[in-house]
Nanobody, 126 residues
Framework: QVQLVESGGGLVQSGASLRLSCTAS????????IGWFRQAPGTERDFVAS????????YYSEDVKGRFTISRDNAKMTAFLQMDNLKPEDTAVYYC???????????????????WGRGTGVTVST
């Protein structure tokens, strides 16, 4: 049974940092591209960042470029999202997705991803 479990969310003030983790089980982690998405209340799930199977290729949304860093440790079957200089508009539930079939090394479309975690909440106050 494939599971993705996000952790590391919380309530922080504007300008603070958080590090989210996405730990996988039940799959060959190194064969999967990983993406982070976020969803605020009443909105669609939006792309944040993605990372290729080897970790050599990454892609970020314009909203987070320069502030967030995606990485992965295939031996630990875990992906990370380091979030620095957080802003109130970063408030959302953050989800990680995993996909094995994508030809794109860093897919940015939610429907591409085969497996999802349940999310971790991030709230940034002013």
């Amino acid at each position: 049974q494939v599971q993705l479990v996000e952790s590391g969310g919380g309530l922080v003030q504007s300008g603070a940092s958080l590090r989210l983790s996405c730990t996988a089980s039940g799959l060959a982690f190194g064969n999967y591209v990983i993406g982070w998405f976020r969803q605020a209340p009443g909105t669609e799930r939006d792309f944040v960042a993605s990372i290729s199977r080897s970790g050599k290729n990454v892609y970020y949304s314009e909203d987070v470029k320069g502030r967030f860093t995606i990485s992965r440790d295939n031996a630990k079957m875990t992906a990370f999202l380091q979030m620095d200089n957080l802003k109130p508009e970063d408030t959302a539930v953050y989800y990680c997705g995993a996909d094995e079939k994508s030809v794109n090394r860093t897919p940015r479309t939610a429907r591409v991803y085969e497996y999802w975690g349940r999310g971790t909440g991030v709230t940034v106050s002013t």
